[in-house]
């Protein structure tokens, strides 16, 4: 059939080109964000909240964004495309920042075990190097590490670095978990056909959940579920990234999604 003038006209008319959002404003590192929040939840849960809680996550969580949008600008090279994220997400988390120190002054002890770990981060970006294995180790730390500095906020400054035992082992428990995931991501998509990274998730679950079964039957520390929990990651550790080989098994979203639930259960029963 003809078509009309009108018709033609629409169809010749050149498509307005949708803006693309320039890169480095919201962190696409998806599993990065429980890995962020539950350390500061827990210690907050554990400790009880106070009022510089809320600067402190503020300034953590902006701070994170700042990381993400300076990882990119380093990797590219300090292009200016890059360069708008980073300048404000700087300045908020200088603002922030200022505010945390005034809220909480006693948390600048904190501060020498981060500054290495931000370093080294920055230099693995720069050399492009940010998702390679010791680069995500380093960023686990940082981010677990947040449990006893939300437990010092608690305390008012009263812990410090002399927080009680529990709060080291759930700390280290959850450094385990979020290492393991590291290990367990790349199994999964960036290293699927590699054995030695197969080998390494398997003996990283395994050992942690020997050791938390230990910890739990000599300790009041850790409860059973929690042990339930890693023999879990244990089984997943194995059958997903062996069922990825095969070209079934779950799909990326998939174990996007079970890592939430995951992560939930861990942080649960943590607590327990």
Not at 10 to 25: C, D, E, F, S, Y
Not at 120 to 141: C, F, H, K
Request: proline share 6%.
């Amino acid at each position: 059939m003809p078509t009309s003038s009108h018709e033609v006209a629409a169809n010749t008319r050149p498509r307005k080109k949708r803006r693309k959002r320039q890169p480095g404003w919201v962190p696409n590192y998806h599993g990065a964000w429980a890995m962020i929040t539950i350390p500061p939840i827990v210690g907050i849960i554990e400790g009880g909240f106070r009022p510089a809680h809320a600067a402190l996550l503020a300034f953590w969580w902006i701070g994170y964004f700042l990381f993400f949008a300076g990882t990119l600008w380093l990797k590219s090279g300090f292009k200016a495309r890059y360069r708008p994220p980073v300048f404000l997400y700087g300045v908020a988390a200088g603002v922030l920042g200022i505010v945390t120190a005034a809220a909480a002054p006693y948390l600048w002890q904190w501060v020498p075990a981060f500054i290495p770990l931000v370093l080294a981060a920055g230099w693995a970006a720069y050399r492009r190097r940010e998702r390679n294995l010791g680069s995500g180790l380093d960023t686990v730390i940082a981010a677990c590490l947040l449990l006893p500095v939300s437990w010092d906020v608690a305390t008012d400054g009263a812990a410090g670095w002399s927080a009680t035992p529990a709060i080291w082992i759930q700390t280290a428990l959850l450094f385990g978990y979020f290492a393991g995931t590291v290990f367990y991501v790349k199994t999964n998509i960036r290293e699927r056909r590699s054995n030695g990274f197969l080998a390494a998730s398997i003996i990283w679950h395994g050992a942690w959940c020997v050791g938390i079964s230990a910890l739990a039957g000599l300790t009041s520390y850790v409860s059973w579920w929690h042990v339930a929990v890693w023999a879990f990651l244990v089984i997943r550790a194995v059958l997903v990234p062996l069922a990825r080989r095969t070209g079934g098994g779950l799909t990326v979203t998939q174990i996007g999604f079970l890592e939430v639930a995951t992560s939930i259960l861990v942080t649960i029963t943590l607590l327990l």
